[in-house]
């Protein structure tokens, strides 16, 4: 299977145009028709339906294989140029919201350094891909378990930190006076669902084995501050790390008792980091 041709392919899907998709990716649309028509032909099924343009069946399982395909190509890409290039001065490093606490920032250099705030499944890709050059991940996780991330390519990763969890609620909740709440006691209450900006509700219903963990509302952002704003405001719990949860306006953050599950962050990185990347992974893994 040709990866331009499957390129072409998931920027036809996306786009749902053949015109929008030759003009993103600076083909002809004849092209474009050309590259989709001989995709079809190699895997001997139909892709895409034409009037309007939407993704088979078939089409739509090829989409399931072709973003973490697509990903490890460039994986693979970004790991040579690294072998190859001379190391930088510079540092730039992905990170989810609640994954940078005060041991990392310590760690930084004082100059040259970029911090990219991402969602929580784009920071391994960002390593994988070279945009970034080192990651922070976070996630629940039994003590002393490692976390399970995506399989996007080789990478290398460093426990760094382990820290209780609290429930984040509303200062009038009638819960907000008790010294610590069970997880299996709230699966029916109201959340909010913040993937990247809270420790993610499919982790919640992991952690006790099922439960329900209803969003009431849903939340595409990274702001830990729009976050306190609706949970203060009543639109949902929320399960944060201990530290990103203390002292919030509004809000009471309440321990978690049970189930025994710890907020983990790691570090990630692809191949042998060089230069300023170097030093910060010296630092942060000799610390655990």
């Known amino acids: 299977m040709d990866p331009h041709l499957l390129r072409t392919y998931v920027t036809v899907a996306r786009l749902a145009s053949f015109s929008e998709a030759a003009r993103e990716l600076g083909y002809t649309q ?57 190391p ?54 039994a003590p002393s378990d490692p976390l399970r991330l995506p399989d996007v390519a080789p990478l290398t990763t460093h426990g ?14 009638p819960l907000a006076t008790r010294t610590g709440l069970r997880l299996a006691d709230l699966a029916d209450a109201r959340w909010i669902d913040a993937p990247d900006a809270a420790l993610p509700l499919d982790q919640l219903r992991a952690a006790t084995g099922g439960g329900a963990f209803r969003p009431a509302l849903r939340y595409e952002g990274t702001d830990l501050r729009t976050l306190t704003a609706l949970t203060a405001t009543g639109h949902g719990l929320a399960l944060l790390p201990r530290s990103a949860a203390g002292a919030l306006p509004g809000t009471v953050a309440v321990p978690l008792t049970a189930p025994r599950v710890v907020h983990r962050t790691e570090l990630v990185h692809g191949g042998s980091p060089g230069g300023a990347a170097q030093e910060v992974v010296r630092r942060l893994a000799g610390a655990v």
């Open 30 to 86: 004849s092209a474009v028709s050309q590259h989709i028509a001989a995709l079809e032909q190699d895997l001997g099924a139909p892709l895409l339906s034409r009037r309007p343009v939407a993704p088979t069946a078939a089409g739509e399982r090829l989409l399931e294989h072709a973003g973490p395909l697509l990903l490890r190509l460039d994986a693979a890409r970004a790991d040579m140029l690294r072998m190859a290039a001379v």
């Open 88 to 141: 930088q001065r510079g540092l730039t490093l992905a990170t989810t919201p609640t994954a940078l606490g005060a041991g990392v920032l310590a760690a930084l250099p004082p100059a040259g350094v970029t911090l990219r705030v991402l969602a929580r499944e784009e920071v391994t890709a960002a390593v994988a891909t070279g945009t970034a050059d080192l990651g922070l991940v976070d996630g629940l996780a």
């Open 160 to 173: 760094l930190t382990e820290e209780p969890v609290s429930v984040l609620l509303p200062d009038g909740h």
